[in-house]
């Protein structure tokens, strides 16, 4: 099993530029989440989903974008990069139910710089 | 809102020596509380949990116990080795926040030879 995947490892960006961070799983899970990682501020939660169809912001949404039209796949966009967005950023995706929901399988990570 | 503290690193350690990373936690209701550790060029992993109050999770050595009363969940370990070595995040999950978990900042450990 591949767990999860993310595509690209590593980008760089100039600022306004546009570019989507690819995260697919192959374990059926129903819940998938995207959190960016900054030095001495731990994991913070920027989007997460349920499911199919269904998406919801977390602490900091504010510059992505997601949709999730599969149950594999959630895709994370950056719509204009400004250099506050340069991070490490780790996909995640769980069962649900009371038991599986929070224990999440992280995909190895996405390092964005942004100039 | 909900936050988790953990205590200030980097922690250096000698192989062999005690691990005792310092965590706490304010939320509402009852949370579920998580040691997740980082290695180096990897994602987060889990590696214990405990999901109510005076529960014990366990895992590689590694201890950790959730207290209500002091809102803590602090990691310890006996006896560290060189292989232990790496990021440390303390999380936890409200009651109804399936697969939303809040982090804390992360200790980062390093055990010498």
Avoid at chain 1, 65 to 91: G, H, I, K, M, W
Wanted: net charge negative; glycine share 12%.
């Amino acid at each position: 099993n591949a767990g999860v995947t993310q595509t690209p490892k590593f980008q760089v960006l100039k600022t306004g530029q546009s570019m989507t961070l690819q995260c697919a799983q192959d374990m059926n899970h129903e819940y998938m989440s995207w959190y960016r990682q900054d030095p001495g501020m731990g994991l913070r939660l920027i989007h997460y989903s349920v499911g199919a169809g269904i998406t919801d912001q977390g602490e900091v949404p504010n510059g992505y974008n997601v949709s999730r039209s599969t149950t594999e796949d959630f895709p994370l966009r950056l719509l204009s990069a400004a250099p506050s967005q340069t991070s490490v950023y780790f996909c995640a995706s769980s069962t649900g139910g009371l038991a599986g929901a929070n224990v999440l399988t992280f995909g190895a990570g996405s390092r964005l710089t942004v100039l | 809102g909900d936050s988790v503290t953990q205590m200030e690193g980097p922690v250096t350690l000698s192989e062999e020596a005690f691990l005792t990373i310092n965590c706490t936690y304010t939320a509402t209701g009852y949370p579920s509380l998580f040691w997740y550790v980082q290695y180096p060029g990897e994602g987060l992993q889990l590696l214990l949990k405990a999901t109510k109050a005076d529960d014990k999770g366990s895992n590689k050595g590694f201890e950790a116990t959730y207290r209500k009363e002091t809102t803590s969940f602090h990691l310890e370990k006996g006896s560290v080795q060189v292989s232990d070595s790496a990021v440390y995040f303390c999380a936890h999950a409200g009651g109804t926040s399936y697969g939303k978990l809040t982090f804390g900042q992360g200790t980062i450990l390093t055990v010498h030879p």
